[in-house]
DNA sequence: CCTGAAATATCTAAAAG
DNA sequence: CTTTTAGATATTTCAGG
């Protein structure tokens, strides 16, 4: 799974604009047209490129409302926190979610449309699981950076 | 900037495909090519949908480590919180980053190659901005859900 | 590995109902 | 809104260096 100056060249043109004609990327990177399909075929191939997704406006389908949430649960039994992480998981206002190591347990963030429907999701996902000790809300007054891509600089 | 349900169906595609074919969503949602490329064109002349990206794979780039951070700062004079704002947005380790009200002022999400990486980044991002009064670092043993999409249900 | 050309598929716009 | 048409663009394969 190496990666050479062209792979990262056209990571990183196909994680700005996915839509970016392999003929137009292989102008970019000197490259005929062709060779950047095989490229591209086999990043996708390898599990480099996960997919190819549409970035939507969250403020356009009324969820303009984000939430930061640290967890710390009461027991640590693998199969509580097993079926917790999945429940985290299968919750679509659910935007990210992380196991951490540090003063809580979880942290979560939740993209939702107003405070109601956020009291309503900790109600299902925090109580009913019955192994949430405590948890802080925290209110995002700004989302400073979302969708950041990840770097592709060499190692 | 009304969206039916057809609109919604595409949205809730698209997020999950880019590249399928536009026939193909006609099939799925029962329109005509035409109706559907005719949505789309709205939609992303609208702004609904942002942009079209592809997601990376970190851990084959190199970036298999993530870090939760809180930051308290020691002025809220806004030209200030500016300024860290555009240093945190401007780091391409800096996934996600949200001013939020409540026990911190910053929550941030990095994504970094190691620990040094990391550490490096505080020094540089936290340390040189002289308005960090703490920041506490939680790292992520588990990636529970990340590239989560927006949900396209109805209001 | 690459290039360049040919074949296939997709997209886009226009015309007409 | 639909379908159909036609031409432009994009993707994919294949021959050959």
Known sequence: MKL???DRALLAALQDDARTPQSALGEQVSLSTAAVNRRLKALAGEGVIERFSAQLNPKALGYDLTVVVEVKVESERADLLDQMQRSFAACPQVQQCYYVAGDCDFVLIFLVRDMEQYVALTRKLFFESHNVKT?????????????????????
């Open 4 to 6: 050479d100056p062209y």
């Open 135 to 155: 948890f802080k809300t925290l209110v995002a007054m700004n989302r400073v950076k979302t969708g950041a891509t990840v770097p592709v600089d060499a190692a």
